[in-house]
């Protein structure tokens, strides 16, 4: 029996196969993806095309979507947005995906002024709670703006919360930024955040899996979490629920060899449950935007953020001078003989400690003996 | 040229000889606990009470104390405040403290009822910030408040802050808890923790490796630490600033083998900025008392404290469930062969997964279709 192909349908054409491909089946499909592996996508469709109905239950699956299938009409509506498609070996594909192996996706629906290759050279995603709490938010949004100023990319998901006050950041800081999206980049979801996403579109990059059109279903956002960690050089958990996508794009992160950090909260908060979960599972604990630096650049200069703090005047001090200073009275001055006893030290080795000490201004002699000097005793 | 030795020198009494050495050497005097190994307690102290002045040095720093040193008089003051002296070998000594090695001190000066060996077989130590929050105080008491009524002991240093809410949380559970001095059992120190020291002498002990009467220098405070952390199996750290004891606690216990914990706070707090450094540097994060009780009895029953959630109904459906129930519409009924489309499924598939879902009450067959059940949608 001779089937009829759609007028769409070009065997040559590998690029337009991977367009269908990423509307018939579902992000997550493992069979199929290793059904277009084996034998190519243009020839692996013109099997589905061919199938007898029913004869082949799991090309079945894919043939259902097929009626509604026009790739030119998904195509149409891209380059209207002003979109377009990028496939594996583009120049602008991002080679990070293909750590993803067998489920690298077939395609990917690409809006912005971004490079893509270029921005996922150098970037991080940093996800979390959509429940969040001002504290979290305000983190992801200074972490953001941080890494978007060292030039280091923010991948996030533009959920409420966390994602989106990082997509924030990172527009502030005029940075790069790609939003991953559970649905078409057609249709931005959560509607509440359409402002901002049409922001990261305008500045930065809208990337899905799937065609124009769809919606973000549950099935979606699992597996959307991948391509966030996949995109990410690292990532980095800022507040999450004890069960959330966010821990799901973290362990996502590690499968993939990536680095993995999370922010610590209040052991009180249920917003950083998730975060504490994960630090007690590997990941790194992440307070400042250079140790995020340090999970992205992990060969690169390692900034020095330590606290500055005053140092205390007897922090060199050898240990047999410290114990000469605690040893040295505040106001009555002691004798040299009382003070070798305090100290326990012979005469000789307690004159040299006190010749240091007074050098430092940390011993005074005067008569009656030794007191401490100008400098306060810390402790 | 003959010397004469002093009435309370008993070349026999290795018990009296070490409590002298407490005196005459100073907490972290390696030189001393040498000397003292190499030739027993007794004999080292013979020598140096035989040593002509000035001709050995080292000995020399010893003998500065020797002429204010009577054991009689300490062991005399220790008696009056019921205390006792322990010595290695004595059935009380807790044999976590021979993991010190050469820094083993030479002997330890003991108030309280408890029982030290018995006491530091399952204990915790639980220190922090001097300049602690609400947060670090709640904590500490929560967490020691825990381990005493699980019978693990609370060690600790009575000083401000996190110490003193750790003693206080074990003493208000009634459990065992040791507070370390820097300074004689019989004079507490910080006077402000008068009260605490003193209710910890009446139901723990209190515990010093230098006499009576001796005063806390920064020395003795440092190697104060190397107790605490070796009396406890493990040592959590709850809030420290970025320089701290807590922090030398801490590398002690992880220097002695002893698993090290600290609890996170908010990265903009800097009392917990200490405690995130050592979650950066291998610390186990910890934020719940059976997460402590894990650190000290590793091998022991793991609590499962995971937080009860509401699970949601979707939580174990299978993924091409999942994908049905996103394609279900909450109003509006959609026919079998619409469905399949968005859901990629055949019509069999379709079929099969319908029937399961709406025995679980998520979906709804009528007129025109099918439709989410009663049960709402959990994103």
Not at 36 to 57: C, M
Not at 255 to 264: I, N
Not at 338 to 358: F, K, N, Q
């Amino acid at each position: 029996m001779s089937v009829v192909l759609p007028s769409w349908f070009d065997p040559g054409d590998e690029r337009a196969a991977r367009v269908v491909w990423s509307r018939i089946a579902e992000p997550g499909d493992l069979v199929a993806a290793r059904f277009v592996a084996g034998r190519g996508p243009a020839a692996a469709l013109r099997l589905v095309l061919e199938a007898e109905s029913s004869r082949v239950e799991v090309q079945q699956r894919w043939r259902a979507r097929l009626a509604a299938t026009d790739p030119r009409r998904d195509l149409g509506i891209l380059r209207r947005l002003g979109g377009r498609v990028l496939v594996p070996g583009d120049e602008e594909w991002p080679d990070p995906l293909d750590d993803l192996g067998e489920r690298r996706p077939f395609c990917l629906w690409v809006r912005g002024p971004g490079h893509l290759g270029a921005l996922t050279a150098r970037a991080v995603a940093i996800v979390g709670a959509r429940a969040s709490t001002d504290y979290g938010d305000g983190l992801a949004t200074e972490l953001a703006f941080g890494c978007a100023e060292r030039g280091i990319c923010v991948v996030s998901g533009a959920a409420y919360g966390v994602d989106a006050a990082a997509h924030r950041g990172a527009l502030s800081a005029a940075g790069g930024t790609i939003a991953v999206l559970a649905c078409g980049v057609d249709r931005p979801y959560p509607r509440v955040n359409l402002d901002l996403i049409e922001q990261v579109a305008a500045a930065g990059l809208l990337v899905s899996e799937v065609p124009p059109g769809c919606s973000p279903t549950r099935n979606r956002f699992i597996h959307r979490n991948r391509l966030i960690a996949a995109l990410g050089g690292a990532t980095v958990v800022v507040e999450a629920g004890w069960r959330s996508g966010a821990s799901i794009t973290a362990s996502e992160a590690a499968g993939l060899g990536r680095a993995v950090g999370a922010v610590p909260g209040p052991v009180t908060s249920a917003a950083s449950a998730g975060c504490h979960r994960l630090l007690r599972t590997g990941a790194v604990c992440v307070t400042r935007v250079g140790e995020v630096a340090e999970l992205v650049d992990p060969l690169g200069a390692v900034e020095d953020e330590r606290p500055i703090l005053p140092r205390a005047v007897h922090d060199d001090l050898p240990e047999v001078d410290l114990r000469v200073l605690d040893a040295l009275p505040l106001s009555r001055p002691a004798p040299e003989s009382s003070l070798a006893t305090v100290a326990g030290l012979d005469a000789a080795a307690l004159a040299s400690s006190l010749g240091r000490l007074e050098l430092l201004g940390l011993a005074r002699p005067g008569p009656g003996g030794w007191r401490r000097g100008p400098h306060p005793r810390q402790d």
